[in-house]
């Protein structure tokens, strides 16, 4: 298919990208992968009458770690995280698996996490990573920069809190300390699809052994990627066990609100979700050298 | 060019020699064709699946920059086009939707513009005003004829036909008195072949009036023969070539109407069209594949020996009966339902119904039909297994058809050629160490886990075929080979068949060097071009090797007995003593006096004496029978309880294709075909909802395995030559295809046999295998 | 909008519309036609290319404008004259390709994989080639010629 006809704008700077977004409004849209975007533009689901092209744009184009995050521009692609000399970190685990699954491995060569998140599909990856690891989108606006607790960012099914005219210029992780791992079971009908149900979890143990802080989020669980909040409750505080985690699943699948569709019925995808915390679950801890 | 005696050149492993241009990007594709002038062609399609067309506004499309003109259905009426012949022939479809449109993404206007992207932007502005009739969405309700979806028909029904085969009391009255018996409805879902290229053609009438066509075609003289029947333009003035061809796999066979639209707009607006269609467009108007419901019944005796078996078939044809079958078969070779085994009676019915979807039928390397057929053998006797306490094997093996039975006529009218059922099996089990797989499964079922054997041990049927039976719109089936020998011993050989992908250019080149002690390396090989190469049916169906391979070696073998001509004048000696051993003519009891066939080429333009000169020969090959080749495929699965998901720990497919032209050449297709089946087990459906909404109409919902779901094969052979083929060959190409869904289903309904499940529909989707756990959980606690 | 690209080392200068697509661009505006359009969801990778000699991208997913003051490499760019590049050699010796027409794509994918990843074991090659769809091959011999290229490629390095 073609997509409709488009004017194109390549920016050099922030401030030109933002520039050109102001202006257009509506009217524009960011274009960074493109691996959302140009299939949705060739079915025409998506007709934006300004493309603004932020590939060029070398403040963007960062991926970097510290004692503090793991800061990801707005233009670091899929494929850099999955290749990073930091990447087998025990701390980013969970990023490391998400890494490896999102999309394809040709997609993720253009594809960007901080596009995954703006494009908040219900069956994104990033997006169920993100609420585990309690990240933070870096927004700019007419204000300034903000910074927007994922929690907060994720507004609904291909919605965010990106407004008309805003851009987001990249994902900050915390660096939850040591003894943390975490974990991402996805279960795809074969690579590319989307998620008939996926898990992400983030687990950091306390001196004594106990769960210190848990971030459990389930994928294709409802109109966008969900926190369990509840699972996270009953972790926490807890030493790591058969029971807790069986537990934690129990209450993700009852949180998991999925659609059912050609990948799977309600009650089959929320049966996965359960399944996919446990068995996420085991192998976060597993790399801490638990064994539950 | 090569001096060396040729060690012969049939089984050789040779690299195929086409390979080259793709390597480098240079295959000839029809996209890749460029005239001057050309326009781009935009079908409307309509978002109903049943709904009266109240009128069509293409004034905005008009107006969009770049369009050129746009035709609809009343414009082709007006022309003697608003409707093709199915290939069937006892139909027809609508080219451009007239009056009413009959499922969703029906064609319904044609949009020409300068540029793709004008194309597309004028197809979005045509306004198209519907009112959305009731649908028939599934067979059965419309076997009700409640809605009558074609009144343009004589018969105001729904039925399109009844189709038998077999002895209907006999075998019912066997069942009767059977002391065991099974009886299951089996379901084999539509599905598309989904090539990588899609569907596309290039039309132009040039400076003298000629058609020239390159089409994506697998049959391209038989697309010249109907188009000149359809249009009237002289046969002579028609050229079809189709070039290099990106997969077919039956999706390439039938006529499609944006082919027509293009010919009439080149036609109308005296410029080059082309027409090249999307993804969405291919899965959801193209010929689909199977959507066949089977009530299966087999009878047997206690001890397990077959008695009888019943079939009957509810088929979904779609909106149009464009299955593309021989005249006489509107079931395809679905009387080949008797498999490997040997039923004392048999009776076989189709009854086939117009449904609100789109037409088709046979595709998917269907080998017409057998793919269901031997589905549903292969299925429903692992469920007789089940039934008398028996080891699937074993039942097996007890009923094969003897080897010493052949030529063997089954209940259901096939003479089966050859075929050694027990040697294959054998070797399967052996390599995949049945028993000490039946020990493992055994511990594992103690511990609770789920493990899976499967086989399916089938015969197909292909190489269609003989003239008494089969026809394409009339014309006769054979199939043809042109050889001409060049002065320093080179060739070329050209047939009525089109590769797409099979590797014609190197095993036809290896079939002259074997007949003819040449190189292959310097045989040429040409398919496709209407002009050049002689009549033939194409290619699908497995029929490449059973009908144009024999042509070719009978081909060869004219060329052979001219040579020999020449040879006994090259030797001083009269014809009759000169006999053609080991690749040479040799005066006979004098070997130490012969020449080569290089030098009789040779010999052939510079003295040739009284002999005609030059060294050429063709034949049209009219084969006697099918061919029927067979295998025995095991598959080993372990489930997963909690998710449903199906690991497939390995797979064997032991095949017998008879004589093997290229072992490279036919593992590569074993390897494709088992990976089409696998997809077709576990992962693809197009389905409609009750609504007549496709639902599957692009690769995130039509699912092919990628390289990470693949599972690694294991290929293995017999060989069991036909005695009826010139070479003793059978072809392969759909076998893979056809032997493995059964193998598939039959390992996971094994797997999940401790839990009470006797059968499950395909495709065995994580979500239903898991309920199929799920549920037995619930009975059992 | 006019565009600059380096196809295969040559610099094409060309008029096109925001909209063409990479693929279609390298198709018709630069004449090579051996980057192939499959699908219109992304996935079959049949028009796989590799852009600034280190990714590989699905050119049915990129805009012609993007690639602007970029280089690509097409399968046309592979060979070096008469000599077939290990990878093209690997797919002809272990009958890696039938139809031809996911071939190119699977060949830029594998160059792009090769350089990030010189030694990879069958599951890194499966995984690496997941992007790109086979009908004809069922992927085995692919995979063997991946590895039979990684193999000559090593020795030569």
Redesign the interface.
Same mark, same amino acid.
């Given at each position: 298919?073609?997509?409709?006809?488009?004017?194109?704008l390549?920016a050099h700077t922030s401030d030109e990208a933002f520039a050109h977004l102001q202006q257009y409004g509506a009217e524009a849209r960011v274009?960074a992968g493109?691996?959302s975007l140009?299939?949705a533009?060739?079915?025409r689901l998506a007709r934006p009458a300004v493309?603004v092209?932020i590939?060029a744009i070398r403040d963007l184009n960062v991926l970097r770690v510290n004692d503090h995050a793991l800061t990801v521009g707005a233009i670091a692609?899929d494929?850099d995280i999955e290749?990073a000399p930091w990447i087998n970190d025990t701390r980013w685990t969970l990023i490391r698996d998400v890494s490896?699954v999102v999309?394809?491995?040709?997609?993720r060569?253009?594809g960007t996490v901080v596009g995954s998140l703006c494009h908040n599909d219900p069956a994104g990856d990033w997006t169920a990573a993100a609420l585990a690891a309690r990240a933070e989108v870096a927004v700019r606006g007419k204000d300034g920069v903000r910074h927007v607790p994922i929690d907060e960012f994720l507004v609904g099914s291909f919605t965010t809190a990106v407004g008309e005219g805003e851009m987001a210029l990249g994902v900050h992780f915390p660096a939850a300390g040591d003894r943390t791992a975490g974990a991402y079971h996805k279960v795809e009908r074969k690579?590319?699809d989307f998620a008939t149900a996926a898990a992400a979890v983030q687990v950091s143990l306390g001196a004594d052994g106990t769960i210190r802080e848990a971030g459990v989020a389930l994928s294709a669980a409802g109109p966008c990627a969900v926190r369990v909040k509840e699972a996270e409750e009953i972790l926490k505080g807890q030493r790591p066990s058969a029971e807790v985690i069986r537990a934690a699943g129990d209450a993700a699948s009852r949180r998991s609100e999925p659609q059912g569709d050609l990948r799977g019925s309600v009650e089959y995808k929320k049966n996965l979700a359960g399944v996919l915390v446990v068995r996420a679950l085991r192998q976060a801890l597993s790399r801490l050298g638990v064994q539950a | 060019m090569s001096d060396e005696k040729p060690a012969g050149c049939l089984g050789k492993a040779m690299?195929?020699k086409?390979?080259?241009?793709? %390597?480098?990007?240079?295959?000839h594709?029809v996209?890749?064709i460029?005239l001057p002038g050309m326009l781009y062609l935009s079908l409307v399609r309509s978002p109903y699946p049943h709904a009266e067309i109240k009128s069509i506004d293409i004034g905005d499309a008009m107006k969009v920059s770049g369009v050129v003109a746009v035709i609809t259905g009343k414009d082709l009426e007006a022309a003697g086009l608003g409707w093709l012949p199915t290939f069937h022939g006892y139909d027809k479809q609508m080219v451009l939707a007239i009056g009413k449109v009959l499922f969703q993404y029906q064609e319904v206007a044609a949009v020409f513009a300068e540029t793709?992207?004008a194309a597309a932007d004028g197809a979005e502005a045509v306004q198209v005003d519907y009112a959305p009739l009731p649908v028939v969405a599934d067979p059965f309700t419309s076997k009700t004829d409640q809605i009558i979806l074609r009144p343009d028909r004589d018969a105001k029904t729904n039925h399109i036909y009844h189709w038998e085969v077999g002895d209907k009391d006999k075998t019912a009255t066997a069942l009767a008195s059977s002391p065991k018996k099974i009886k299951e409805r089996i379901w084999f879902q539509r599905c598309h072949p989904?090539?990588?290229?899609?569907c596309g053609c290039v039309a132009e009438f040039d400076a003298m009036g000629r058609l020239q066509f390159y089409v994506t075609s697998q049959a391209p003289h038989v697309y010249r023969t109907a188009l000149a029947l359809v249009t009237g333009i002289p046969e002579d003035k028609i050229h079809v070539v189709s070039p290099?061809?990106?997969?077919g796999?039956g999706n390439k066979v039938p006529v499609y109407p944006g082919y027509v639209c293009a010919i009439v707009g080149a036609l109308k607006i005296g410029r080059p069209v082309k027409w090249i269609e999307?993804?969405?467009e291919n899965l959801t108007s193209t010929g689909f594949a199977r959507d066949y419901h089977m009530d299966v019944e087999i009878g047997a005796t206690a001890e397990g020996r077959l008695t009888a078996l019943h079939v009957a078939t509810t088929a979904d044809h779609g909106a149009f009966d464009a299955a593309a079958d021989p005249t006489k078969y509107p079931a395809g070779m679905f009387g080949v339902v008797t498999g490997s085994y040997d039923f004392p009676a048999a009776h076989a019915e189709v009854d086939a119904y117009f449904t609100n979807k789109a037409p088709g039928g046979i595709a998917y390397r269907c080998s017409f039909r057998v793919t269901e057929a031997s589905y549903a053998i292969e299925r429903a006797m692992d469920i007789l297994a089940d039934e008398l306490g028996m080891d699937a094997a074993e039942l097996r093996r007890k009923n094969f058809v003897r080897k010493d039975k052949f030529p063997y006529p089954s209940a259901l009218g096939f003479t089966y050629d050859s075929g050694d059922y027990e040697k294959t099996l054998g070797v399967a089990l052996d390599k995949i160490g049945y028993q000490a797989l039946l020990k493992e499964q055994a511990e594992k079922r103690a511990r609770g886990e789920l493990m899976g054997i499967g086989f399916s041990t089938f015969t197909e049927v292909v190489g269609a075929g003989p003239s008494k039976h089969f026809d394409i719109l009339g014309i006769k089936m054979f199939d043809s080979a042109e050889i001409r020998i060049h002065p320093t011993g080179a060739g070329i050989v050209r047939t009525g068949t089109k590769s797409?992908?099979?590797?014609h250019e190197t095993t036809w080149a290896q079939i002259v060097g074997e007949e003819l002690g040449l190189d292959p390396q310097n045989i040429m090989v040409e398919e496709g071009d209407t002009d050049t190469a002689p009549y033939g049916l194409g290619t699908y169906a497995s029929r490449s090797t059973p009908v144009a391979g024999g042509a070719i070696a009978l081909a060869a073998r004219r060329v052979r007995e001219k040579a020999r001509k020449v040879a006994a004048h090259m030797l001083e000696v009269g014809e009759d003593d000169v006999e053609w051993k080991d690749y040479k003519f040799q005066v006979k009891g004098v070997p130490a006096k012969s020449v080569t066939m290089k030098e009789v080429a040779f010999a052939a333009y510079t003295n040739m004496a009284q002999n005609e000169p030059g060294l050429e020969a063709s034949y049209y090959y009219d084969p006697p029978n099918m061919t029927f080749p067979s295998g025995a495929y095991v598959a080993v699965v372990d489930i997963d309880r909690e998710t449903g998901e199906v690991k497939v720990r390995r797979f064997l497919a032991v095949d017998d294709c008879g004589t093997i032209i290229n072992p490279?050449?036919v593992?590569?297709?074993i390897?494709?075909? %088992?990976?089409?089946g696998f997809a077709i087990a576990f992962m693809q459906e197009i389905q409609y909802d009750k609504d007549g909404n496709n639902l599957n109409t692009?690769?995130?919902d039509y699912l %092919?395995p990628?390289?990470?779901e693949?599972p690694?094969?294991e290929t293995d052979k017999t060989v069991t030559p036909s005695p009826h083929h010139p070479i003793g060959a059978k072809g392969v190409g759909e076998s893979p295809n056809v032997g493995s869904p059964a193998a598939f289903v039959n390992a996971v309904v094994d797997a999940l046999s401790p839990l009470g499940v006797r059968h499950l529909d395909m495709p065995l989707t994580r979500d239903k295998v898991w309920r199929a756990i799920r549920a037995a959980q619930v009975v059992t606690t | 909008?006019k565009v600059n690209v380096t196809v295969n080392g040559v610099p094409y200068e060309r008029e096109v519309?925001?909209?063409?697509?990479l693929a279609?661009f390298l198709?018709?505006d630069c004449g090579?036609?051996?980057?192939?359009?499959?699908?219109?969801?992304?996935?079959?990778?049949?028009c796989?290319v590799v852009l600034d000699s280190e990714?590989?991208?699905?050119s049915?997913?990129?805009?012609a404008?993007?690639a602007?003051g970029h280089q690509v490499q097409?399968?046309?760019g592979?060979?070096n004259g008469g000599t077939?590049h290990p990878l093209?050699q690997g797919?002809?010796?272990q009958?890696g390709?039938?139809?031809?027409?996911?071939?190119?794509g699977m060949?830029m994918?594998s160059v792009?994989?090769l350089k990030?990843n010189p030694n990879p074991s069958e599951s890194d090659?499966?995984?690496?080639?997941?992007?790109?769809?086979?009908?004809?091959?069922?992927?085995?011999?692919?995979?063997k010629a991946v590895q039979q290229a990684s193999a000559a490629m090593g020795v030569q390095a």
């Amino acid at each position: 298919m073609i997509p409709a006809a488009f004017n194109y704008l390549r920016a050099h700077t922030s401030d030109e990208a933002f520039a050109h977004l102001q202006q257009y409004g509506a009217e524009a849209r960011v274009l960074a992968g493109g691996q959302s975007l140009i299939p949705a533009m060739r079915f025409r689901l998506a007709r934006p009458a300004v493309l603004v092209d932020i590939n060029a744009i070398r403040d963007l184009n960062v991926l970097r770690v510290n004692d503090h995050a793991l800061t990801v521009g707005a233009i670091a692609r899929d494929s850099d995280i999955e290749r990073a000399p930091w990447i087998n970190d025990t701390r980013w685990t969970l990023i490391r698996d998400v890494s490896r699954v999102v999309a394809d491995p040709v997609v993720r060569q253009l594809g960007t996490v901080v596009g995954s998140l703006c494009h908040n599909d219900p069956a994104g990856d990033w997006t169920a990573a993100a609420l585990a690891a309690r990240a933070e989108v870096a927004v700019r606006g007419k204000d300034g920069v903000r910074h927007v607790p994922i929690d907060e960012f994720l507004v609904g099914s291909f919605t965010t809190a990106v407004g008309e005219g805003e851009m987001a210029l990249g994902v900050h992780f915390p660096a939850a300390g040591d003894r943390t791992a975490g974990a991402y079971h996805k279960v795809e009908r074969k690579v590319g699809d989307f998620a008939t149900a996926a898990a992400a979890v983030q687990v950091s143990l306390g001196a004594d052994g106990t769960i210190r802080e848990a971030g459990v989020a389930l994928s294709a669980a409802g109109p966008c990627a969900v926190r369990v909040k509840e699972a996270e409750e009953i972790l926490k505080g807890q030493r790591p066990s058969a029971e807790v985690i069986r537990a934690a699943g129990d209450a993700a699948s009852r949180r998991s609100e999925p659609q059912g569709d050609l990948r799977g019925s309600v009650e089959y995808k929320k049966n996965l979700a359960g399944v996919l915390v446990v068995r996420a679950l085991r192998q976060a801890l597993s790399r801490l050298g638990v064994q539950a | 060019m090569s001096d060396e005696k040729p060690a012969g050149c049939l089984g050789k492993a040779m690299k195929r020699k086409e390979d080259p241009r793709f %390597l480098r990007g240079k295959g000839h594709y029809v996209d890749d064709i460029r005239l001057p002038g050309m326009l781009y062609l935009s079908l409307v399609r309509s978002p109903y699946p049943h709904a009266e067309i109240k009128s069509i506004d293409i004034g905005d499309a008009m107006k969009v920059s770049g369009v050129v003109a746009v035709i609809t259905g009343k414009d082709l009426e007006a022309a003697g086009l608003g409707w093709l012949p199915t290939f069937h022939g006892y139909d027809k479809q609508m080219v451009l939707a007239i009056g009413k449109v009959l499922f969703q993404y029906q064609e319904v206007a044609a949009v020409f513009a300068e540029t793709r992207g004008a194309a597309a932007d004028g197809a979005e502005a045509v306004q198209v005003d519907y009112a959305p009739l009731p649908v028939v969405a599934d067979p059965f309700t419309s076997k009700t004829d409640q809605i009558i979806l074609r009144p343009d028909r004589d018969a105001k029904t729904n039925h399109i036909y009844h189709w038998e085969v077999g002895d209907k009391d006999k075998t019912a009255t066997a069942l009767a008195s059977s002391p065991k018996k099974i009886k299951e409805r089996i379901w084999f879902q539509r599905c598309h072949p989904a090539p990588l290229e899609p569907c596309g053609c290039v039309a132009e009438f040039d400076a003298m009036g000629r058609l020239q066509f390159y089409v994506t075609s697998q049959a391209p003289h038989v697309y010249r023969t109907a188009l000149a029947l359809v249009t009237g333009i002289p046969e002579d003035k028609i050229h079809v070539v189709s070039p290099d061809i990106g997969g077919g796999f039956g999706n390439k066979v039938p006529v499609y109407p944006g082919y027509v639209c293009a010919i009439v707009g080149a036609l109308k607006i005296g410029r080059p069209v082309k027409w090249i269609e999307t993804r969405t467009e291919n899965l959801t108007s193209t010929g689909f594949a199977r959507d066949y419901h089977m009530d299966v019944e087999i009878g047997a005796t206690a001890e397990g020996r077959l008695t009888a078996l019943h079939v009957a078939t509810t088929a979904d044809h779609g909106a149009f009966d464009a299955a593309a079958d021989p005249t006489k078969y509107p079931a395809g070779m679905f009387g080949v339902v008797t498999g490997s085994y040997d039923f004392p009676a048999a009776h076989a019915e189709v009854d086939a119904y117009f449904t609100n979807k789109a037409p088709g039928g046979i595709a998917y390397r269907c080998s017409f039909r057998v793919t269901e057929a031997s589905y549903a053998i292969e299925r429903a006797m692992d469920i007789l297994a089940d039934e008398l306490g028996m080891d699937a094997a074993e039942l097996r093996r007890k009923n094969f058809v003897r080897k010493d039975k052949f030529p063997y006529p089954s209940a259901l009218g096939f003479t089966y050629d050859s075929g050694d059922y027990e040697k294959t099996l054998g070797v399967a089990l052996d390599k995949i160490g049945y028993q000490a797989l039946l020990k493992e499964q055994a511990e594992k079922r103690a511990r609770g886990e789920l493990m899976g054997i499967g086989f399916s041990t089938f015969t197909e049927v292909v190489g269609a075929g003989p003239s008494k039976h089969f026809d394409i719109l009339g014309i006769k089936m054979f199939d043809s080979a042109e050889i001409r020998i060049h002065p320093t011993g080179a060739g070329i050989v050209r047939t009525g068949t089109k590769s797409q992908g099979q590797g014609h250019e190197t095993t036809w080149a290896q079939i002259v060097g074997e007949e003819l002690g040449l190189d292959p390396q310097n045989i040429m090989v040409e398919e496709g071009d209407t002009d050049t190469a002689p009549y033939g049916l194409g290619t699908y169906a497995s029929r490449s090797t059973p009908v144009a391979g024999g042509a070719i070696a009978l081909a060869a073998r004219r060329v052979r007995e001219k040579a020999r001509k020449v040879a006994a004048h090259m030797l001083e000696v009269g014809e009759d003593d000169v006999e053609w051993k080991d690749y040479k003519f040799q005066v006979k009891g004098v070997p130490a006096k012969s020449v080569t066939m290089k030098e009789v080429a040779f010999a052939a333009y510079t003295n040739m004496a009284q002999n005609e000169p030059g060294l050429e020969a063709s034949y049209y090959y009219d084969p006697p029978n099918m061919t029927f080749p067979s295998g025995a495929y095991v598959a080993v699965v372990d489930i997963d309880r909690e998710t449903g998901e199906v690991k497939v720990r390995r797979f064997l497919a032991v095949d017998d294709c008879g004589t093997i032209i290229n072992p490279l050449v036919v593992e590569g297709q074993i390897h494709g075909g %088992l990976t089409e089946g696998f997809a077709i087990a576990f992962m693809q459906e197009i389905q409609y909802d009750k609504d007549g909404n496709n639902l599957n109409t692009n690769f995130t919902d039509y699912l %092919l395995p990628t390289s990470l779901e693949t599972p690694a094969w294991e290929t293995d052979k017999t060989v069991t030559p036909s005695p009826h083929h010139p070479i003793g060959a059978k072809g392969v190409g759909e076998s893979p295809n056809v032997g493995s869904p059964a193998a598939f289903v039959n390992a996971v309904v094994d797997a999940l046999s401790p839990l009470g499940v006797r059968h499950l529909d395909m495709p065995l989707t994580r979500d239903k295998v898991w309920r199929a756990i799920r549920a037995a959980q619930v009975v059992t606690t | 909008m006019k565009v600059n690209v380096t196809v295969n080392g040559v610099p094409y200068e060309r008029e096109v519309e925001p909209r063409t697509l990479l693929a279609y661009f390298l198709r018709e505006d630069c004449g090579l036609t051996g980057t192939h359009v499959g699908c219109d969801t992304s996935s079959c990778g049949c028009c796989v290319v590799v852009l600034d000699s280190e990714r590989a991208v699905k050119s049915c997913s990129m805009f012609a404008v993007q690639a602007d003051g970029h280089q690509v490499q097409t399968v046309e760019g592979l060979a070096n004259g008469g000599t077939l590049h290990p990878l093209q050699q690997g797919f002809w010796d272990q009958h890696g390709l039938q139809c031809g027409y996911c071939t190119p794509g699977m060949l830029m994918t594998s160059v792009a994989l090769l350089k990030r990843n010189p030694n990879p074991s069958e599951s890194d090659i499966r995984e690496g080639l997941a992007g790109n769809l086979c009908r004809c091959t069922g992927y085995q011999n692919i995979v063997k010629a991946v590895q039979q290229a990684s193999a000559a490629m090593g020795v030569q390095a």
